[in-house]
């Protein structure tokens, strides 16, 4: 059937046009609604930050998505050719079959007019008139402050009554303190945070996750299996878990299984870079409907966590004894990045987040003066000042680029 959807826009221009998206809803896919804007989506998102390098591999990709019932397309201003190559992959009709987001460059924003300047040349390169859904990328301390600084809500306003973009969304790496902040600030419609089996207390987190959904807001996954890197630091304990369980399902299949169990999750992002990857995770959200899961499968996600878990390098169980520091040090915070980079080696995100956030926010280990408090308040009697240098100077030392 096709999906007749009029939203709520003051523009003329979407006033007078119905927006309608032609789409048919395949039977063994499962659509939700998007938030309070009208929108109803595939719980299934594809992500296009790793498109194969052959393009007409990577166009017949994307058609073939939304041939088997995926309507939302993940792109981005920084992804290389992706805009480009979704643009070509949307013509012939396609277009008017998905909801296309893309996100803003911050990072290169240096006036408000150039907010709008980037738009227009992500509208030239995806080849249509309008974004369905406009994320201001990354909202890490610096970008935030960019936001503020440049009147960055305003121009999404704008944008609405001109008709250039539908809806106002922002995607976050940073704290959950940072994530209510900015939730709080301004009347978004969709958050996208990074939300996988290993990150329940890990950036935004399922806290953060049910705070969004409270506040009406679609939430959007992206990283369902931290970049891939999940699947490829398994522990033997977690893998014999999965084996024993009556239950037969791959490890992948339990981790955006656990996502879509949840109500709150509107969409989750996958960036496939192969038909046959597609295939494998079109199959896996057939009949992705939330609340699957027995009490037994979320005690497996449990334990597989708590697999990984034991390899972490400090034993910090995050019971914040240690809090408040008086200098403002985020010690359970560093200690989670870093175990989790440690985890994780190839993965830079935590140090990222610990570089973009922490520090320039002013909780960063950098911050220590070795008053010795916390070691004293500490049930593991872990030696944390001695700890926080040595971690300061592995997360700052890890390099990364946009």
Not at 91 to 99: L, Q, T
Not at 235 to 258: G, H, M, T
Not at 324 to 345: D, R, T, W
Not at 357 to 362: D, E, F, H, K, T
Request: proline share 3%.
């Amino acid at each position: 059937m096709s999906c007749i959807l009029g939203q709520d826009m003051t523009a003329d221009k979407f006033s007078k046009r119905i927006h309608i998206i032609k789409w048919k809803e395949v039977e063994k896919m499962e659509y939700v609604q998007y938030g309070k804007t009208g929108m109803k989506v595939s719980r299934f998102g594809l992500g296009c930050m790793r498109f194969p390098s052959d393009e007409k591999e990577a166009i017949e990709m994307v058609r073939y998505a939304i041939d088997n019932g995926v309507n939302y397309l993940d792109t981005a201003f920084v992804y290389k050719d992706s805009e480009i190559i979704t643009g070509k992959a949307l013509k012939d009709g396609y277009r008017n079959k998905i909801y296309l987001a893309t996100k803003s460059p911050i990072w290169n924003i240096e006036n408000y007019n150039d907010f709008e300047k980037y738009l227009d040349e992500e509208l030239i390169r995806l080849g249509t008139d309008h974004i369905d859904v406009y994320l201001l990328h990354n909202m890490n301390h610096g970008h935030w402050e960019k936001v503020k600084k440049f009147d960055g809500l305003t121009f999404l306003d704008k944008m609405i009554e001109k008709g250039k973009i539908a809806h106002k969304a922002f995607s976050i790496h940073n704290t959950l303190e940072a994530f209510k902040e900015i939730v709080d600030s301004y009347e978004w419609e969709m958050a996208q945070i990074q939300l996988n089996i290993l990150d329940v207390k890990q950036q935004v987190g399922l806290e953060g996750l049910k705070y969004a959904a409270n506040k009406g807001l679609a939430t959007v996954i992206m990283e369902p299996l931290r970049g891939g890197y999940i699947l490829n630091t398994v522990p033997k304990e977690a893998q014999d878990l999965i084996n024993q369980y009556p239950e037969k399902r791959s490890l992948v299949e339990w981790c955006f299984r656990w996502l879509y169990n949840m109500p709150e999750v509107s969409v989750i992002l996958s960036g496939t870079s192969t038909l046959q990857q597609l295939k494998d995770n079109l199959k896996i959200f057939e009949d992705a409907a939330p609340n699957v899961m027995s009490e037994e499968d979320l005690n497996l996600i449990e334990k597989i966590r708590e697999a990984y878990e034991a390899k972490n390098s400090i034993g910090c169980t995050g019971c914040r004894y240690c809090m408040p520091c008086p200098q403002g040090v985020a010690i359970p915070e560093i200690f989670k990045l870093y175990n989790s980079q440690q985890l994780m080696k190839s993965h830079v995100i935590d140090a990222i987040v610990y570089q973009s956030n922490l520090v320039p926010a002013g909780t960063g280990a950098d911050q220590c003066v070795s008053c010795g408090i916390c070691t004293e308040n500490c049930p593991q009697t872990l030696e944390i000042p001695e700890l926080l240098k040595t971690v300061h100077t592995e997360l700052m030392n890890t390099n990364h680029s946009h």
